[in-house]
């Protein structure tokens, strides 16, 4: 059975100090100072050289001179794997684990008074807060009229929700014909069921302006639209073929489903 990243990420001190060592180094390259990576992490300017000679020998750093060194593509892959690991795992603690935090923001879908008890839940990505029981309840901080933001205190519970869908069509390069490619009768059909819809590249952001459609997301849309799957929407990426697999890749990590589609013959 192969290892579990987490395990060896957060379980070993070794793959640890590796991942926050590759990471200095891609801050600061090409002249890093070892010493001032000591410090930072606490360990001593040997250990670190160690470590660096390790990474150099893994292939995720390249040595080119007398202390300059630089991260490698293998490298760079390497650490956001396990960025995306450590991501993933920090959402599941935050939606799944810890239960009480000091005050939560939520809409008031009925007027509210200071000390009222109530229900929290998500509806169309939104937290909401109402005198119903729910699965999760709280104390609300002060008066609230309905659909005001209230504070929500001594939250415990699950929140429950139903996480959404993800609709993925590609879009060819502009190599490869662009946004003239791509047919709009085909990507209004997936518009239309879409509560969210992102857009990476140029030729997949002009593939739906000439379609009529403005998306909801351009810049940062692929942890957006992610975002907004965690809150229960149902999102459609359009997205340029060779940004594809990797955002395939980032979906599997995130543990969300997914639908491709094919809009290009």
């Known amino acids: 059975m192969p290892d579990d990243p987490l395990t060896n990420i957060l379980r070993s001190k070794r793959e640890t100090t590796r991942f926050q060592v590759l990471v200095e180094v891609a801050e600061h390259q090409p002249s890093i100072r070892q010493q001032e990576i000591a410090e930072k992490l606490g360990v001593t300017p040997q250990a670190i050289s160690e470590y660096v000679r390790d990474l150099v020998e893994d292939g995720f750093i390249s040595a080119e001179g007398r202390g300059r060194y630089y991260v490698t593509h293998k490298g760079v892959e390497w650490v956001l794997n396990?960025?995306?690991?450590?991501?993933?795992?920090?959402?599941?603690?935050?939606?799944?684990?810890?239960h009480q935090v000091a005050t939560w923001a939520a809409i008031a879908d009925t007027d509210l008074?200071?000390?009222?008890?109530?229900?929290?839940?998500?509806?169309?990505?939104?937290?909401y807060a109402g005198k119903k029981p729910q699965t999760a309840m709280g104390m609300v901080t002060a008066d609230a009229n309905a659909g005001m933001d209230v504070g929500v205190a001594r939250l415990a519970g699950i929140i429950e929700h139903t996480e959404?869908?993800?609709?993925?069509?590609?879009?060819?390069?502009?190599?490869?014909?662009?946004s003239k490619m791509v047919p709009s009768?085909?990507?209004?059909?997936?518009v239309k069921n879409a509560d969210i819809v992102g857009a990476v590249g140029l030729e997949a952001y002009l593939a739906l302006k000439n379609s009529g459609v403005t998306p909801d997301m351009f810049f940062g849309a692929r942890e957006g639209v992610i975002e907004a799957a965690f809150h229960?929407?149902?999102?459609?990426?359009?997205?340029?073929?060779?940004?594809?697999?990797?955002?395939?890749?980032?979906?599997?990590?995130?543990?969300l489903s997914y639908t491709i589609h094919e809009l290009v013959s």
């Open 232 to 255: 229960g929407m149902h999102c459609l990426m359009l997205i340029v073929d060779e940004e594809f697999t990797d955002f395939l890749k980032r979906l599997e990590t995130a543990g």
């Open 113 to 127: 008074k200071n000390g009222d008890s109530v229900g929290v839940y998500m509806k169309n990505g939104w937290l």
């Open 185 to 190: 009768d085909k990507l209004l059909s997936l």
């Open 82 to 98: 396990n960025a995306e690991v450590l991501e993933s795992y920090a959402r599941h603690v935050r939606r799944d684990i810890i």
């Open 164 to 178: 959404g869908k993800i609709d993925i069509a590609k879009v060819p390069r502009i190599e490869r014909g662009g």
